[in-house]
């Protein structure tokens, strides 16, 4: 793997880092080590450690801006050998990242729902050394994985797309002592919110503002993202 830009990755986390976005050593290594621009839509490469969300062609989909990116790293506080799942595959870069932080003991499952976007993150992973521990399925990530499963499965659950309440089954698939991170609200602003498992009880913080397009799916909204709020799902 031959990174291109490490000047510019170093500039960008380094800037991140006084910004106190990046404030962990493993995710500040983990973001020197995943060359981003393999994971940008050709043609955007030059853009790649500018810290603003970029296209994915015309999927309507983006690769999220680095800052947004750290800041649900560390809140996400991914350990050594974890079991992740991430809904939302993008790019892959996310799930690079997370492919770093747990490790060679750890595991990655990344579902996507549009096709085109499953076979750009296999190739961006494969290319960057990451598939050995990123499996990237094709599916309705708002189910969960396996779908409707509802046993306890994965150490942290992470949603990059907006919902408009807790989806039901990636939640039952946080095991205990687990972490799950999405944003919530309406297409337009959404709260970045975490929620953990202790035992049979959940509880959720609120921790920033942000902007997401939208988890499209079964538990998410519809094709046109314009499904209302309809609170925590009850299980």
């Given at each position: ?91 892959g870069y996310n799930a690079a990242l997370l492919a ?136």
């Open positions: 793997m031959v990174r291109m830009n490490v000047d510019e990755a170093s500039s960008l986390v380094d800037s991140l880092k006084r910004q106190g976005i990046v404030r962990s050593r493993r995710v500040e290594e983990a973001m020197l080590r995943v060359p981003r621009e393999l994971f940008v839509w050709p043609g955007t490469e030059h853009r790649a450690y500018e810290d603003i969300p970029l296209p994915l062609d015309d999927t309507g989909q983006t690769i999220s801006a680095p800052h947004m990116v750290a800041i649900m790293l560390e809140a996400l506080d991914v350990k050594p050998g974890n079991q992740v799942l991430e809904i939302g595959t993008g790019s770093e932080l747990v490790g060679r003991d750890g595991k990655v499952v990344s579902v996507e729902r549009l096709p085109e976007l499953v076979e750009f993150a296999r190739s961006n992973l494969k290319r960057a050394g990451y598939l050995d521990r990123v499996e990237v399925v094709l599916g309705d990530g708002s189910l969960g994985y396996p779908p409707r499963y509802e046993g306890p499965l994965y150490d942290r659950v992470t949603i990059t797309a907006s919902a408009p309440r807790l989806p039901r089954y990636p939640v039952a698939q946080l095991r205990d002592g687990g972490i799950l991170l999405v944003p919530l609200g309406p297409p337009g602003y959404q709260v970045l919110t975490r929620v953990r498992r202790r035992g049979n009880s959940y509880s959720s913080e609120e921790l920033l503002g942000c902007v997401f397009v939208p988890l499209v799916g079964e538990d998410g909204y519809g094709p046109g993202g314009l499904d209302i709020i309809r609170g925590p799902s009850k299980r």
